[in-house]
């Protein structure tokens, strides 16, 4: 698989996203730890995960836990894979998010990460959402002391504006490395924070490329121009959506979310697929 940069670190140009496996309607462990070694097999080498991918209340970082314990029975080397979490979204467990971005609480939800994950230091530490009742600046300053203390190598932002990204840049320079952003057919809206990026040098992770979990089935039925192309080169929808992803910039790295092996197979296979400049028309436009 062809690699793409977050900061100094090369990752495969597809990850995968660990959302699916832990909350609402999730498979049973074995299928999860299946998709997630067939994922390392293909050749995966970026893992997104969060501290509130988890359904009860009782089970916060349930998704991390997962992850830890699928890399740790894996048959081959992990060493290259990248583990990508995220901190300062809450799910109470009545199936609502909140926000909790005070300094003092994301560096706890930082160390509890690093226990789940059991590593001395997290790769990717992301900061998941803006708190509103919070000065944005005062939880990236969390971040900035994670760095320092080495508690974290790298770190991003995620559900963020432009504003707020060069704000972090402020503060976080060189280690501020990605942003993740909601980012699909359906929703369009992140472009502004894509380009800058793309000025930035800073990694694009669209979350939710196709639409999210209950929709990224039905991806042709709403997108007809996506089933077009997809029929014309004999593969899915969703194969189409992430080279269309892959081709807006270098800096884009998407995570489908996947709990099934044939469907991160699928998704991996579109690092091999080239669309043309007319096709890529076609997508933008529909």
């Known amino acids: 698989m062809q690699t793409r940069w ?13 959302m699916p496996m832990s909350i609402e309607g999730r498979p049973d462990e ?3 730890v299946a998709a997630i070694h067939a994922a390392l097999d293909a050749g995966v080498t970026l893992i997104d995960t969060a501290d509130a991918y988890h359904r009860d209340a009782n089970e916060v970082g349930h998704n991390e836990s997962l992850i830890a314990g699928a890399l740790a029975s894996y048959g ?13 979204h809450l799910r109470p467990g009545d199936g609502s998010w909140t926000q909790n971005g005070d300094p003092a609480y994301l560096k706890q939800a930082c160390e509890a990460s690093l226990k789940r994950l059991g590593v001395e230091a997290i790769g990717l530490y992301q900061f998941h959402r803006p708190d509103p009742r919070v000065p944005f600046a005062d939880s990236v300053g969390a971040l900035r002391e994670l760095l320092d203390e080495g508690k974290i190598v790298r770190a991003g932002l995620s559900n963020v504006d432009p504003e707020q990204i060069r704000q972090a840049r402020e ?6 490395v990605s942003v993740q952003n909601q ?13 800058l990026c793309n000025e930035l040098g800073l990694a694009f992770l669209p979350w939710s490329p196709f639409g999210g979990i209950t929709r990224a089935a039905g991806l042709g039925d709403r997108f007809a121009v996506f089933a077009e192309v997809a029929t014309a080169h ?3 929808p969703q ?21 099934r092996p044939e469907t991160i197979r699928d998704s991996v296979a579109a690092d091999s697929l080239e669309l043309s400049a ?5 997508l933008d436009a529909a």
């Open 278 to 282: 007319a096709e890529l028309l076609r």
């Open 239 to 259: 194969q189409v959506c992430l080279a269309w992803l892959l081709a807006k910039s270098p800096v884009v790295i998407p995570i489908p979310g996947s709990s």
């Open 30 to 32: 074995r299928r999860s």
């Open 171 to 176: 503060i976080l320079g060189d280690d501020l």
């Open 76 to 88: 081959g080397d992990t060493s290259g894979v990248l583990v990508a979490t995220k901190g300062g």
């Open 183 to 195: 980012f699909s057919p359906a929703f369009r809206s992140s472009e502004p924070e894509l380009y």
């Open 6 to 18: 977050i900061g100094d670190r090369a990752v495969s140009a597809i990850g995968l996203g660990g």
């Open 234 to 236: 004999g593969v899915s």
